[in-house]
């Protein structure tokens, strides 16, 4: 009980208090431009009544007043915990192992757990690896991806989910995979040929009726002889690709600057031309953003010149600031750095036409911190900003001003680097799986 008692104290009361009138949790809605008029859905859901309504049909039916410590802890509490923490209480009893390893618990937990807990990232041609934003509570067994059958290149994540892809360039292999539980699945061969520069997003929303964690992967796919870009959709339901009927053939998203995301039901990729390519998975619609003009610091990575003789030239001037497509608050949003003399700004923007919205000035203990190159990572948990500096990689807490290291490499970390925000949730992907959850709790990740 006295662990029961110290979980207790990290929550707030409210948790446990019983209200007449629940709350309603309303998604942000997605607000894109579409080529042609969509209408908009509004959806909403009493999420802590829906849960506590599936609690009548599970393994601890009891009357509120019968209720304990221990069963409030468990039934309130647990769930909003991160994988590796949930882990650790097995050891508590027989009655909390039996709880805590059940499929009922890990899809409550992956329903109610959303916070980003770390950073998966990749150098190229080299095995991944995790950076966690605390060590203690958050973690996977095996930051390498190990347990999957072959080398992979990281590619996209969603509320638990990993996407990779076989590091052969010519093989289009997909997996899906949850690196806390080390479930993981190989996607069917794809009807179109998935060439280096086609960009993948994941969607993956748990929902608390939907026990079998469903998710959908789509790929824009490039042609190198047509200016044209076709989306062929992978469905966990039907375990298949379909080739959708819609063809973007706006010049200003031909070429994607790499994968993308999914926020709201919307995937979403970056393009060579300052544009957003947006694609509505429900309505398989695609429509275009556009993206803030690039200040002379900030653009496309730089190439190294080479004269007649082969040997390389230094740059006049190399792009030293590289902004980042990403989420705020749940809205879509493009954080890119300005400098100005000696001050350092984050500058947001958002809104349809992607107008500036509000700068953020960096404390001056973080403009020193961050002297040189610095790349806004795709990234942001509401008040927490992932920077990338040098060697180091910085939380940089927008409230505060305070500026943390959580993780460094052994030299300073090219710019072409894969990040990866990750959620540390148990979600079950329906598969293949390798271990036990006590790896988990057992291993503690390591930078």
Known sequence: MDIAEDMISDFEEDIFEE?????????????????????????????????????MFSNFPKHKSDNTLEDLVKEKVLRHLPA?????????????????????????????????????????????????????????????????????????????????????AYDSKYYICNPANKEWIMLPKPTLYHGPNS?????????????????????????????????????????????????CWDPDALVLNGDGFFLNGVAFWET??????????????????????RHESEGALALDVQDEQNETLPLPQRNRLKGALTSMHGELCYIRPRKEEDKLTMEIYGDLKMKLKSKIPLSPEACFEVDGELRV?????????????????????????????????????????????????????????????????????QY
């Not at 590619?155 to 052969?168: D, E, I, Q, V, Y």
Request: proline residues 6%; negative net charge.
């Open 19 to 55: 209200s007449e009138h629940e709350e309603k949790f309303e998604p942000p809605l997605t607000r894109i431009k579409w080529d042609r008029a969509m209408d908009q859905e509004h959806a909403g859901e009493d999420m802590d009544q829906d849960i506590d309504d599936i609690f």
């Open 377 to 445: 990572l795709a990234c942001v948990n509401d008040e927490l900003l992932m920077l990338l500096a040098g060697q180091n990689v910085f939380a940089y807490h927008l409230k505060e001003g305070k500026l943390e290291i959580i993780g460094n490499f052994f030299t300073n970390a090219p710019l072409d680097v894969t990040f990866l925000p990750y959620v540390n949730s148990l979600a079950p992907v329906i598969g293949r799986s390798e271990g036990s959850d006590e790896d988990i709790a057992a291993e503690q990740p």
């Open 272 to 293: 060579s031309r300052c544009s957003v390519l947006a694609f509505h998975l429900k309505d398989e619609q695609y429509g275009t953003l556009p993206l803030p003009e």
């Open 84 to 168: 590796k923490t949930i882990c650790r209480f097995r050891s508590v009893c027989k009655e909390w192992n039996h709880w805590l390893t059940s499929p009922f618990l890990a899809h409550l937990q992956s329903y109610s757990f959303r916070e980003i807990s770390g950073l998966f990232f990749q150098i190229p041609y080299v095995i991944p690896g995790f950076i966690s934003l605390n060590h203690s509570s958050y973690g996977v067994p095996r930051p390498t991806l190990g347990f999957l059958p072959e080398e992979v290149t990281l590619s996209a994540t969603c509320n638990g989910l990993l996407c990779c892809k076989s590091r052969f």
């Open 199 to 247: 960009a993948v997003a994941l969607s993956f929303e748990p929902s608390v009726f939907n026990f079998s964690a469903h998710f959908d992967l789509v790929c824009a796919v490039p042609f190198s002889d047509t200016p044209v870009i076709y989306f062929e959709i992978y469905s966990s339901r039907s375990n298949s690709w379909r080739v959708s009927q819609t063809e």
